[in-house]
């Protein structure tokens, strides 16, 4: 078996600034490419039944979405849709590609676009949450499961606004108001169950959500440290994973350097499993192999992607492989090559 693995980050060039990466299941490279036309591609979306990619774009002109359709080494850009706002950061794409949602961390834009295959139609909601005395910072647009909503996690309002998708023009649809001071920045959704988790950045948490299907609403089940007591420096929380196989929630922390696991219950709810080195500075972005046997590791102040092979406990090892990548942000495991 072997996987492809894009490869995103602060690149600050057109040219390779997407590399494609062929790894065996032994943790040996078989391939490297570079994928072009794409600046600063931090953060990618991966759509699987339509093979496409989704990327950030953002340049000394301004910032842009782009649909790449995957050619391998021969992709190419083929939509652009230009975003207003600045410190375009996270792409959310809804599972049947109809829409396409970004948030800009530094001037609290919030744009979701209509989608067709052929790429992007047309701008169909934007707002600027900083207003009326707000600070936001927009860090994450993610769809609900079975694409109905939108989810934005604000990390400057300490919130996740709910938008419905169930009409052509998306509104507004509740919000759910975290303890002031978290810095929510990112979600996930329990593959098969109705929760969902969220890891803060400033108050170094993972919270355990309830969610309702029909509604859309989120509700507050449980809120746990990533970090242990014995840790008193400052560090940042920032992304999550989850093995399916395993039954694991991973978060990482950016200042500790650490990926903090726990167990999954039956009913989705979390217990403190233990910590494990990111062996790199900066765990930006992790992500599961879609055979649970790896988690990626975007170590962005190391400049690597690392490759860690879990054990049937799910528990992280040293680095099979590491692959060098101007800030490393985000990587996707896209299949078998």
Same mark, same amino acid.
């Given at each position: ?14 040219? @390779? ?7 065996k299941d032994d943790g040996t490279?078989? &391939? ?29 002109? +301004? ?5 790449? $359709? ?21 792409? +959310? ?55 109905? %909503?939108? %989810? ?15 009409? $052509? ?67 940042? +929380?920032?992304?999550?994973? %989850? ?6 929630? %991973? ?16 009913? @989705?709810?979390l217990s403190v499993f233990g ?8 765990p930006r972005h992790i992500a ?25 406990? &799910?528990?992280? @090892? ?20």
């Open positions: 078996m072997s996987y492809t693995i894009l490869i995103g980050g602060y690149n600050q060039s057109r040219f @390779g600034g997407i590399q494609e990466v062929v790894l490279l078989e &391939g490297l490419s570079g994928i072009n036309g794409v600046m600063n591609p931090s953060f990618l979306a991966w759509h699987a039944p339509s093979r496409r990619v989704f990327s950030v774009n953002e340049t000394p002109e +301004g910032a842009e979405l782009c649909i790449l $359709p995957y050619a391998g080494a021969q992709t190419a850009v083929r939509s652009r849709a230009p975003f207003e706002g600045r410190g375009l950061c996270h792409i +959310g794409v809804s599972p049947d590609a109809s829409f396409a949602g970004g948030a800009c961390f530094g001037s609290g834009d919030v744009t979701i676009y209509a989608c067709a295959p052929t790429g992007f139609v047309r701008e169909v909601f934007h707002k600027n949450y900083n207003r009326d005395g707000a600070v936001s910072h927009p860090h994450c647009m993610c769809p609900s499961p079975d694409g109905r %909503y939108f %989810y934005l996690v604000d990390l400057g309002r300490d919130s996740v606004d709910c938008f419905d998708c169930t009409t $052509p023009i998306p509104a507004e649809h509740g919000r759910l108001p975290l303890m002031e001071g978290d810095g929510p920045r990112q979600l996930l959704f329990h593959p098969t169950l109705p929760v969902a988790y969220l890891v803060t950045e400033y108050s170094n948490a993972v919270y355990s959500l309830s969610y309702d299907a029909a509604s859309g609403a989120l509700e507050v089940l449980q809120r746990l440290p990533t970090l242990p007591d014995t840790f008193t420096d400052t560090s940042y +929380g920032a992304s999550l994973a %989850y093995n399916a196989a395993a039954r694991i929630l %991973y978060a990482s922390n950016r200042g500790m350097e650490s990926i903090a696991l726990y167990r999954v219950a039956e009913d @989705g709810t910590i494990v080195s990111c062996f790199g500075s900066w599961v192999t879609h055979d649970d046997a790896f988690l990626l590791c975007c170590n962005e102040r190391t400049n690597e992607l690392c490759v860690l092979p879990l054990d049937s406990q &799910g528990i992280p @090892g040293a680095p099979v492989t590491r692959v060098s990548h101007k800030r490393c942000s985000f990587a996707v495991d896209i299949g078998e090559a």
